[in-house]
C-alpha cells in the first residue's frame, strides 16, 4: 500500500509539473480527485485488512488525500492571481491619455441680449418687471387704445385662448398697462420689461411664433421725444458699439402719439447697404413712442400732469444683428453645431 501511494504521489507531483494553467490544473484535478480517479481507489485496498491496518492505513491515505488537496489548492490560488494580475494590467487606466470630447453649446443669444439688456437699464435705474404670458385682450388690446374692432389688432396674429378675452400675449405692451395701473395714476414709472410673446405667422428665416420682446416704459412730469431718443440711442450704442447711430421714422402704433420706428446704422456696411440692411444702410429695430394721452388716462394717469414714452424691441432680431445670422430660427433650434459657435460670431 505504502508503494502505492509514493507511486501515485510520483506520479501526480510529474503531472502538477507539467500544468500551464487553471484549465489543465481542473483537468488534472478531474482525473486525480474524482470520486472514482486514483487517490479515491486507494481506499478500496483496506477493504480486506484487519482492523489495525486499516487504521494505520487508512489514516496514510488521508494524509495523501489531504496533501494531494492541498498542492491542488496552492497551485489553484497561484494561478488565480496570475489571471488577477493579468486583468488588472489590461485595465489599468492610463490617466495621461486625452479625456472624451464632450460637446457643449454656449447661452442662448436671444436670453444674452435680454440679460443685457436688463443690467443696461438697471444701470439707468430702471426695474425689471414681468407680466403674464396669458394675457387678458383688455391689457394687450383694450387699454392700449385698441378696441375690439380697432383695425390695427389684424397686425398681430393673435392666438385666443378662451371666448376673444383671453389671449397669449402677442406683445410685452400690456407689462406697461399692469404697471401703470399699479402706479394708480401718483408714481413716476421707469422700467423695463423682457418677456416671450406670440404670434400667428408663417415661420421663416425673420420671423417666428414665440419670441422675446424687450419693452421699456417711463412715465414722469417732464418727459419728451428727445429723453426716448438719448435713451435708446444709448442702448444701441452699448450693445452694438459706440460708432452705431440710431435715427426716428415717423409711424403709427394706437398706444403711442407720436409714434416712430428707430433704425440704427448697420454695423456690417457703414451705411453703404449690404444683405443685412438690405441694401439701405439702416436697420428698424425698434417701435416706439410717447404714450398716447387716451392710454394713460385709461390706466389712472392725468395726461395733463404726466408724460412718458415707451418702446419695444425684438430681442430676436437684436440677436440676429449682433452675432451676425441670416436664420433667427437656428436660435431655437438647440443645434449643438450652431450653438457652439454663437460666441465667436459676436459683432461689436
Ligand atoms: N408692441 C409693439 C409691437 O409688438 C412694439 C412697440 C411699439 C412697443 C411702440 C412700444 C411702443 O412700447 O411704444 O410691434
Redesign the pocket.
Known amino acids: 500500500m505504502k508503494d502505492k501511494i509514493e507511486a501515485l504521489r510520483k506520479r501526480i507531483e510529474e503531472r502538477l509539473n507539467e500544468v500551464k494553467d487553471l484549465n489543465n490544473l481542473n483537468e488534472l484535478k478531474n482525473e486525480y480527485l474524482s470520486k472514482k480517479g486514483p487517490v479515491s481507489e486507494l481506499s478500496n485496498g483496506l477493504r480486506d485488512m484487519d482492523v489495525d491496518k486499516k487504521k494505520e492505513f487508512g489514516k496514510l491515505i488521508t494524509d495523501f488525500r489531504n496533501d494531494v488537496y492541498s498542492k491542488f489548492e496552492a497551485l489553484k490560488e497561484k494561478y488565480e492571481l496570475e489571471e488577477l494580475n493579468r486583468k488588472l494590467e489590461k485595465e489599468k487606466i492610463d490617466i495621461s491619455m486625452p479625456g472624451l470630447d464632450i460637446q457643449s453649446g454656449s447661452p442662448c443669444i436671444e436670453e444674452k441680449i435680454l440679460e443685457e439688456a436688463e443690467d443696461f437699464f438697471m444701470s439707468l435705474g430702471y426695474d425689471v418687471v414681468e407680466g403674464p404670458e396669458i394675457e387678458l385682450d383688455k391689457y394687450n388690446f383694450e387699454m392700449l387704445n385698441l378696441p375690439k374692432e380697432h383695425p390695427a389688432r389684424d397686425a ?1 396674429d393673435t392666438y385666443y385662448l378662451k371666448d376673444e378675452e383671453i389671449l397669449l400675449r402677442s ?3 400690456p407689462v ?1 398697462v399692469r404697471a401703470m395701473l399699479e402706479g394708480k395714476g401718483e408714481k413716476p414709472i421707469r422700467i423695463i420689461c423682457p418677456g416671450k410673446v406670440y404670434r400667428k405667422e408663417d415661420i421663416n428665416p425673420t420671423h417666428e411664433q414665440e419670441f422675446d ?1 424687450i ?1 421699456g ?1 417711463v412715465i414722469d412730469k417732464n418727459i419728451s421725444l428727445s429723453d426716448l431718443k438719448g435713451t435708446v440711442d444709448a442702448y444701441v450704442k452699448h450693445v452694438f458699439g459706440k460708432d452705431t447711430e440710431t435715427r426716428f421714422r415717423p409711424s403709427y ?1 394706437p ?2 402719439e407720436p ?1 416712430v420706428e428707430i433704425d440704427m446704422s448697420c454695423i456690417y456696411c457703414d451705411g453703404s447697404g449690404c444683405n443685412m440692411c438690405k441694401p439701405k444702410g439702416w436697420i428698424t429695430i425698434c ?3 410717447m404714450v398716447h394721452p387716451n392710454v394713460l388716462r385709461m390706466c389712472g394717469y392725468d395726461p395733463d400732469k404726466w408724460q412718458g414714452f ?3 424691441f425684438g430681442a430676436l432680431r437684436l440677436a440676429m444683428l449682433k452675432y451676425n445670422m441670416d436664420d433667427m430660427r437656428i436660435i431655437h433650434e438647440n443645434d449643438l453645431r450652431e450653438t457652439e459657435n454663437f460666441d465667436r460670431k459676436e459683432v461689436k
Open positions: 398681430q406683445q410685452t405692451s406697461q420682446q419693452e416704459l402704433y398706444f403711442t409714434s417701435g416706439a413712442g415707451a418702446f419695444g
